[in-house]
Antibody
Framework: EVQLVESGGGLVQPGGSLRLSCAAS????????MSWVRQAPGKGLEWVAN????????YYVDSVKGRFTISRDNAKNSLYLQMNSLRAEDTAVYYC???????????????WGRGTLVTVSS | AIRITQSPSSLSASTGDRVTITCRAS??????LAWYQQKPGKAPKLLIY???TLQSGVPSRFSGSGSGTDFTLTISCLQSEDFATYYC?????????FGQGTKVEIK
């Protein structure tokens, strides 16, 4: 079955760290850009980070630059998000998403995980 | 960063209605826009990319149009399963940004 399964969420104190994982199955993981998208409780979607197939390119939203690191292990079909110096405003459901990039440079998320909740609170 | 203004933020409609949702970008983004549907407690689902290309498996009552700064998602004949929140997303430049969402509720 083609799927993405996130894990690693939980309750963490402000200033703390957390590492999210996303396990991919049913498709050739190494052929796709991968992304993290988050959604604060009751709020809209916010793109967080992208990583190229071989990990050579990474992009982040400004609010997490220098604090979050996206990475991947193609041998393990896994995507990661290392989150440091966490703030209350990082509280959200974090979704792992598969990105399709076409020759015309269209980009869309065609496969999403169910998400993992990160709560930053003392 | 490119701002996406989505309107309305919510709307009430009845089954069978024609529904239109609009996204306006703060600068031209060609046709680099996607639309997603999200139901409560679920992950988003891709509906349309490249402003007007219907994702495989998505019903033809969904359609998208526009280019440059103004875009529209239309549901031609609203079905019960279409009550959800809809988001547009631009991927013309980083950071990729989403609209604020439009909640389609039952009238």
């Amino acid at each position: 079955e083609v799927q993405l399964v996130e894990s690693g969420g939980g309750l963490v104190q402000p200033g703390g760290s957390l590492r999210l994982s996303c396990a991919a199955s049913g498709f050739t993981f190494s052929s796709y850009w991968m992304s993290w998208v988050r959604q604060a409780p009751g709020k809209g979607l916010e793109w967080v980070a992208n990583i190229k197939q071989d990990g050579s390119e990474k992009y982040y939203v400004d609010s997490v630059k220098g604090r979050f690191t996206i990475s991947r292990d193609n041998a393990k079909n896994s995507l990661y998000l290392q989150m440091n110096s966490l703030r209350a405003e990082d509280t959200a459901v974090y979704y792992c998403a598969r990105a399709v990039v076409t020759p015309d440079e269209d980009w869309y998320f065609d496969l999403w995980g169910r998400g993992t909740l990160v709560t930053v609170s003392s | 960063a490119i701002r996406i203004t989505q309107s309305p933020s919510s709307l009430s409609a009845s089954t069978g209605d024609r529904v239109t949702i609009t996204c306006r970008a703060s600068q031209g983004i060609s046709s680099y826009l996607a639309w997603y549907q999200q139901k409560p407690g679920k992950a988003p689902k891709l509906l349309i990319y490249a402003a007007s290309t219907l994702q495989s498996g998505v019903p033809s009552r969904f359609s998208g149009s526009g280019s440059g700064t103004d875009f529209t998602l239309t549901i031609s004949c609203l079905q019960s399963e279409d009550f959800a929140t809809y988001y547009c997303q631009q991927y013309y430049s980083y950071p990729q940004t989403f609209g604020q969402g439009t909640k389609v509720e039952i009238k």
